[in-house]
Nanobody
Framework: QVQLVESGGGMVQAGGSLRLSCVASGRTFATKGMGWFRQAPGKEREFVAA????????FYRDSVKGRFTISRDNAKSTLYLQMNSLKPEDTGVYYC?????????????????WGQGSQVTVSS
């Protein structure tokens, strides 16, 4: 069973950058698609980015395209989210998630393992 632990969140001014990391325990990380989701106060959790098990295929929600980059290092069992040009609307708790297949997805129900979340706050 994979367990996920996020780190790298914090507070930054608009226009700044942060990099989130998600370290996975267990033996199956390299065979699973992974995703990042976020939840702002009072809002539902929303998809941010996803990546296939090999790392070759990635996709993003429209509002973060060109600013965020998802990547993975299977040798280190680690998922990353590099966030540049941050905006106040990017504020929220960011969760990494492990998919049930080798493909990532924008759908919550494709993921069965979630991290504890990491707070990202962007001030204007």
């Amino acid at each position: 069973q994979v367990q996920l632990v996020e780190s790298g969140g914090g507070m930054v001014q608009a226009g700044g950058s942060l990099r989130l990391s998600c370290v996975a325990s267990g033996r199956t990380f390299a065979t699973k698609g992974m995703g990042w989701f976020r939840q702002a106060p009072g809002k539902e959790r929303e998809f941010v980015a996803a990546i296939s098990s090999s790392g070759r295929d990635t996709f993003y929600r429209d509002s973060v395209k060109g600013r965020f980059t998802i990547s993975r290092d299977n040798a280190k069992s680690t998922l990353y989210l590099q966030m540049n040009s941050l905006k106040p609307e990017d504020t929220g708790v960011y969760y990494c998630a492990c998919a049930t297949t080798a493909w990532g997805s924008a759908r919550n129900d494709w993921y069965n393992i979630w991290g504890q979340g990491s707070q990202v706050t962007v001030s204007s």
